[in-house]
């Protein structure tokens, strides 16, 4: 339609489209018209529709009316004309913009993006290339699972799922508002069932509430559906459950890393999204195999994740508060003599000299007795590092100012504000010769400090006034106490303040400091943390030469997960956080970041014995494993609580490293897709009560085989939990708890303060464990394992049972060349697994095989026991003959001699020595 056919513009605004109300069924059946003729050849997926322009079928307000659309194969195209009689939105400065360009790009069958943004293209768009999130393969469009249809007048977009015909995005719920300092869109949602949205101490599931995407330094806060409430990660990203089946599910990303509220409603389900910077940008993916594909498709587009070294899945101790290497020397000592493994330290600000990053205090920390430590013990140490300089003559603070790598404030200075060290500037991140700083700084540390990782902190970034403080004592133990001015004078023109703060510059730095390339820090605050790791992980693999580098960090953003660690931050220790916790490890592996966790005890407050006994129980199946806290609180390491505090540690993490080859090959093995830590309804979608609290929230698993189930509540020793379809076994005793012919059932699970969280495991799985006596570190992990086979009947006869799973046939976890290349699928480095049986009153016979494809790399590892769980038969109460061998032929032609154990279950023992296991095993044994 040629541009001014049929409209009339406001002369106060030459750009804006008005149409005059007797022409608007004129227009409204010519440009049906137009458009039918012109666009009824169009592609098969895009099915657009148009709204009669009669206010009266109008059911909201005209805000944008779409002119000039095109369409082809994999695009969209088209302009919105602003249509409304206010020229500003909030603020007389703060203007509509009068045309925006609209851009629909599909990239294959399942996913597309939209994009709203101004013709002049002045807001930030976050890019699509490396770094970022982008697609990573060629576009290709066979059969679209979708329709989009978008209505003319008002302007609103619609996403249809073709095999269902459910709406899964509409635009109509609201208006949309796109002015210079504010936007907002809204949408219907298929269901109240939408998980992510953070990062927030909150239960997975949203829930009907205002809140906050933005990262700033929060403490122990838990959201409870207000604003303001939001923690240290940038993440606006929800999966959806849909209503046609458990199969049908979607991802939706909003490109955006400027600070934004959301508000969700759940009677009908909606969301609205309200920004004041940057683009509308959506990104969808579409799945009708489970949530699980939806997740594994996201992590593709933003990079996927990668392992950590194996060394890091062990536990970790920290304080900020160890004084003195002293401290943390007989600390080490005293797990060592209590038999708690330990494989790392992380140390806070208390080594540096006057909390200076990069720096140590010699008289504390002696460099040359840190050296000493990790040659007479394996333990790593971890220090921690801020993205600021001491504002003063120090060479470390000259070279940033040398190189220009400090942000900026609004009148081109370097921006003041204040941390731990005093006052300080801010590294931009954005600028090229960020990175190069950086690594020099991280050289001179590593210089005298032995560090084996780098703990990043502070990095949303955290300032401890509001904005820029220039007028702020220089105090070398700053504390956060200063509050400085009410923010950036800049924000006076913005109509909205996300947070419902009375300014965005609260505990970070001023929104319109600026940036290498003139960006303004609103616009692009998510990236920080971001873009901090990403350097501190390529200063570890190119220079240090690690191929899996170790590196903790707090801030986060899309793609995070690809360099590093998180840990979830300053909680408090209570209950209640040892609740949230999991949910807050379940976003994270939604989010792309499945190495992370809480603080083992809380950060803050002083914990209780039975508090930190449990929080050991179920943080020896964090990914990450750390015991840290305050200054301000008691001491909290495991001997703090005598007896039980050291039985609660010690058994679960003797239980955490009997398995944790088995917990890091679901690292390798997932090739950085996916998830580690699961809740349950991943497995299980079928089954609706599992997508909501309690049971989302309070029971989880690794993988698809093992439930955690923890006890979560002061002074109870048992509690409830939930078993879904199939065959389940307790873990420690080996007893089948539920069969598969069982319905879905709850059943009572408990243990006491000094013993293991509850575990159980699937049936027709197979894992493999260790023997961990005398096992300090994960380098004392030998290479010799027993495997678990928990069998499921096959449905075919009585006694007929199958079980199967994967092994990671590496003699040595510790290299992170090979470690890295089986990551990747560089190198083919599992074998397969697999368990038949059958029994009956006479007899029992099962085969168990140990197989992989000749390029898999396979090399050799010690079997020495092989458990059976779940071979119900009549014939297993005689098998226990005390001292009687039978002979086996494995399949390379050697004879060892095996004997039968009868201790709850079936166990198949070795007389004298392991076995060892060649290439391609097939062991046989028949009883009658």
């Known amino acids: 339609l040629p541009e001014n056919q049929g409209l009339q513009k406001k002369t106060s605004k030459p750009n804006d489209l008005r149409i005059p109300r007797q022409q608007r069924l004129t227009f409204g059946a010519v440009l049906c018209f137009f458009v039918i003729i012109v666009l009824g050849a169009s592609t098969i997926f895009f099915m657009i529709e148009f709204q009669r322009l009669n206010n009266s079928e109008v059911r909201r307000p005209i805000d944008y009316i779409v002119t000039q659309l095109q369409t082809s194969e994999r695009r969209i195209t088209g302009q919105l004309h602003y249509y409304a009689k206010n020229e500003s939105y909030g603020k007389v400065a703060n203007t509509h913009f009068d045309t925006l360009n609209l851009a629909i790009d599909i990239h294959n069958d399942m996913e597309f993006r939209v994009r709203i943004f101004e013709s002049g293209g002045s807001g930030y768009e976050l890019p699509s290339e490396e770094p970022y999130p982008h697609e990573r393969s060629p576009s290709n469009v066979t059969t679209p699972a979708f329709d989009i249809q978008i209505t003319h007048v008002p302007f609103s977009l619609v996403v249809v799922r073709r095999a269902t015909k459910e709406t899964l995005f509409n635009t109509s719920a609201g208006q949309l508002i796109f002015s210079k300092h504010y936007m907002e869109i809204s949408t219907f949602l298929p269901s109240p069932l939408i998980y992510g949205l953070g990062e927030r101490t909150h239960s997975m599931l949203i829930t009907p509430g205002s809140y906050t995407i933005w990262a700033y330094d929060v403490f122990g806060v838990v959201d409870t559906g207000n604003l303001g409430l939001g923690a240290y990660g940038h993440q606006p990203i929800y999966l959806a459950l849909e209503n046609a089946g458990p199969q049908y599910t979607h991802i939706v990303v909003l490109r955006n890393v400027s600070p934004l509220d959301f508000i969700f409603q759940e009677h009908p389900a909606q969301l609205t999204f309200k920004m004041v910077a940057g683009i509308i940008d959506f990104k969808f993916f579409l799945s009708d195999s489970g949530p699980e594909a939806a997740t594994e498709k996201y992590h593709e587009y933003i990079g996927g994740w990668r392992p950590p070294p194996f060394w890091a899945m062990g536990n970790h101790q920290s304080r900020w508060g160890y004084k003195r290497l002293t401290k943390i020397k007989n600390i080490l000592e005293d797990f060592r003599s209590d038999g708690i493994p330990l494989d790392a330290f992380t140390l806070d600000l208390d080594y540096m000299e006057v909390k200076k990053s990069f720096t140590i205090d010699e008289d504390a920390f002696p460099s040359q007795e840190l050296q000493n430590l990790v040659k007479r013990d394996p333990v790593k140490l971890v220090p921690i590092v801020n993205p600021v300089t001491k504002i003063n003559k120090n060479p470390l603070h000259a070279l940033g100012v040398e190189s220009d790598i400090y942000l900026r404030n609004s009148t081109g200075s370097y921006l003041e504000g204040v941390c731990w060290p005093g006052k300080v500037h801010f590294v931009d991140f954005l600028h090229p010769n960020a990175s190069k700083v950086w690594g020099k700084w991280l050289d001179i540390l590593r210089s005298s400090f032995p560090l084996s990782g780098v703990w990043l902190d502070m990095n949303e970034p955290a300032n401890f006034c509001t904005g820029e403080c220039p007028d702020a004592e220089d105090v070398e133990t700053a504390g956060g106490s200063y509050t400085g001015p009410t923010g950036s004078p800049f924000l006076a ?208 698993m690794w993988g698809e085989e093992l439930l955690i189930i923890p006890i979560l509540e ?169 001292g009687k061998s039978h002979a086996i032929n494995i399949s390379n032609g050697k004879e060892v001699y095996y004997r039968w154990m009868f201790d709850e279950v079936l166990q198949l023992e070795w007389d004298e020595t392991d076995v060892r296991v060649p290439r391609h095993v097939e062991l046989l044994v028949k009883e009658w």
Not at 563 to 581: R, V
Not at 628 to 643: K, L, M, Y
Not at 855 to 876: A, H, Q
């Open 493 to 700: 023109e913005f109509p909205y303040m996300p947070g419902g703060w009375p300014t965005i510059d609260v505990k970070t730095v001023s929104a319109d400091a600026v940036h290498y390339g003139g960006r303004l820090h609103v616009e692009v605050h998510g990236l920080y943390g971001f873009l901090e790791t990403m350097a501190t992980y390529n200063y570890m693999r190119e220079v240090v030469g690690e191929p899996l580098p170790f590196v903790l960090f707090r801030s986060n953003t899309f793609g995070s997960g690809r360099y590093g660690t998180h840990w979830l931050g300053d909680g408090i220790s209570n209950w209640k956080y040892l609740l949230l916790y999991i949910p807050g490890i379940l976003n994270a592996n939604l989010f792309g970041m499945p190495m992370s966790g809480g603080d083992i005890c809380g950060f803050q407050n002083d914990v209780t014995e039975e508090l930190c006994a449990r929080w050991y129980q179920v943080g020896a199946f964090y990914p990450y494993a750390r015991n840290h806290n305050s200054i301000h609180s008691i001491d909290q390491e495991p001997q703090t609580f005598g007896w039980i505090g050291i039985e609660a540690a010690r058994n679960s993490m003797r239980l955490r490293y009997s398995l944790l080859k088995w917990m890091y090959s679901l690292f390798i093995k997932a090739r950085g897709k996916g998830t580690i830590v699961k809740p349950m309804f991943y497995n299980f979608p079928e089954q609706r009560e599992l997508c909501r609290p309690p049971l989302l929230d309070s029971q989880f």
């Open 714 to 882: 002061e002074k109870v020793i048992s509690r409830v939990g939930y078993f879904p379809q199939g065959t389940w076994y307790h873990y420690g005793s080996g007893k089948l708890f539920k069969r598969a012919s069982d319905p879905d059932r709850e059943g009572t699970v408990s243990a006491m303060k000094s013993e293991t969280a509850p575990l159980f495991l699937r049936g027709g799985y197979i894992i493999h464990s260790q023997d961990i006596r005398g096992v300090r570190t994960t380098a004392d992990l030998d290479n010799t394992f027993s495997f678990h086979l928990a069998f499921a009947p096959t449905g075919v006869g009585r006694y007929n049972f199958s079980a199967f799973g994967q092994f990671l046939a590496i003699a040595d976890y510790g290299n992170t060349t090979k470690m890295a290349k089986c990551s990747t699928g560089e190198l083919k480095c599992f074998v397969n697994i697999s368990a038949t049986a059958n029994c009956s009153d006479l007899a029992i016979s099962f085969v168990f095989r140990i197989q992989a494809d000749e390029d898999t790399v396979w090399e050799p590892f010690n079997l020495s026991k092989v458990r059976l769980l779940g071979l119900d038969c009549p014939i297993r109460e005689v098998l226990h003959q005390s």
